[in-house]
């Protein structure tokens, strides 16, 4: 037996030991599952601007909306998420830098909603009605746009807006 044997067993017992210990450490420390949480912070309506709708062949008033803009790379990806409510005289206008196609998803928004693609002569072009809450399908505009104008599920049936309709805005100084 060498003079060295019982601090090499003491050694070895103690690696033993501080392995045993972090593997126990290390297996309770599991992530918790987490729950898809909505945003803890309540979005509300910013009016910052109205938007008229003109019939395609007469130019006459169709509706009129308060709108909040997103134009911003954060408010245009962003968007409706989050929100819980909102109006019939409420939606949202996508404003974009140059026409182009874009696409749009409903992930984290809770409310269903109806989009009017608009080209840069503020004409509509396509409408996607009731997008569904959550769905992260694509909708595609089809076509270049420079606008899109998010409103309430059933609003564009109810208001009459089609395709070829014309739009204007204007923004809250």
Not at 15 to 39: H, R, T
Not at 64 to 91: C, F, N
Not at 129 to 140: H, L
């Amino acid at each position: 037996m060498s003079l060295f044997s019982p601090w090499i067993n003491s050694a070895r017992l103690f690696v033993l030991m501080s392995f045993a210990l972090g593997v126990i450490l290390l297996s309770s420390c599991k992530d918790k599952p987490q729950k898809l949480e909505e945003s803890a912070k309540e979005v509300s309506f910013s009016k910052e601007g109205e938007l008229q709708v003109f019939y395609r062949e007469s130019d006459s008033l169709l509706a009129e909306i308060a709108i909040e803009i997103a134009d911003s790379e954060y408010e245009t990806q962003t968007g409706l998420m989050y929100r819980r409510e909102m109006k019939d005289t409420q939606g949202m206008l996508f404003i974009f830098q140059e026409e182009a196609y874009h696409s749009f998803y409903m992930k984290n928004t809770l409310i269903a909603l109806d989009l009017l693609f608009i080209d840069a002569d503020m004409q509509v072009v396509t409408i996607a009605k009731n997008a569904q809450p959550y769905d992260e399908t694509g909708i595609p505009s089809r076509v270049p746009v420079q606008y899109v104008l998010e409103i309430k599920a059933g609003l564009s049936d109810r208001l009459g807006i089609s395709e070829g309709d014309r739009i204007a805005f204007q923004r809250i100084p």
